[in-house]
């Protein structure tokens, strides 16, 4: 079993939709959690950073951490086109410490 | 822009040849760490070096070796290529802080024939 579980997709949603990407894990050491957006040939692009459970809002993003179920969210609002992209949970135990990576879901909103 | 700068951005070797790979950090971020990132894949981490010693390290052979230099520049060597190191390679950098989170560079490219 993987330590982070994600959905690959690929999903694809109408422009001004709500999305919605998941993330479960199973190590409970876990209390950094972080999403990122990769577009294709570029590195990843950090959107969201929450320390520990609770939600964080920036903008039309939305994370939230559940971590009595082990389990993370992103929500996009009004989704856009410039919003179709790979996004990656990431997690960690520790500031300093290496980060565990979902495989990713491609997200394709059309216009 | 992250400030996360890495060269080539691509690069293509023989099985069994050696490559060096290149990144450069913000000024102050001296912790960068290295991900490797299959096709299709999340990245996994290769290791981490807080002011030029290895930080930690994944679940990767010693023919991985890093190094970080004081002008927050870093590299990555491997040697003995083989076909599966085919990848993207990415460096990431932080200030080491605590709630100080990991910025990527664009990656190196790196196919191995």
């Known amino acids: 079993q993987k330590e982070v579980e994600q959905d690959p997709g690929p999903l694809s949603v109408p422009e001004g939709a709500i999305v919605s990407l998941n993330c479960t894990y199973s190590n409970s050491a876990f209390q950094y959690f972080m999403w990122y957006r990769q577009y294709s040939r570029k590195g990843p692009e950090l959107l969201m950073y929450t320390y520990s459970s609770g939600n964080k809002e920036d903008g039309r993003f939305t994370a939230q951490v559940d971590k009595s179920s082990k389990y993370i969210s992103l929500f996009i609002r009004d989704s856009q086109p410039s919003d179709s992209a790979t996004y990656l949970c990431a997690m960690s135990a520790t500031a300093r410490n290496k980060l565990i990576f979902g495989t990713g879901t491609l997200l394709a909103v059309q216009p | 822009e992250t400030g996360v700068t890495q060269s080539p951005t691509h690069l293509i070797k023989t099985r069994g040849q050696q490559v060096t790979l290149r990144c450069s950090s913000q000024s102050g971020h001296n912790t960068v760490s290295w991900y490797q990132q299959a096709l299709g894949q999340g990245p996994q981490f290769i290791f981490q070096?807080?002011?030029?010693?290895?930080?930690g390290r994944g679940n990767f052979p010693p023919r991985f070796s890093g190094l970080q230099f004081p002008n927050y520049s870093s590299e990555l060597n491997v040697n003995a290529l083989e076909l599966d190191d085919s990848a993207l390679y990415l460096c990431?950098?932080?200030?080491?802080?605590?709630?100080?989170?990991?910025?990527f560079g664009n990656g190196t490219r790196l196919t191995v024939t």
């Open positions: 070096y807080y002011r030029e010693e290895e930080n």
């Open positions: 990431a950098s932080s200030l080491g802080q605590s709630n100080s989170p990991l910025h």
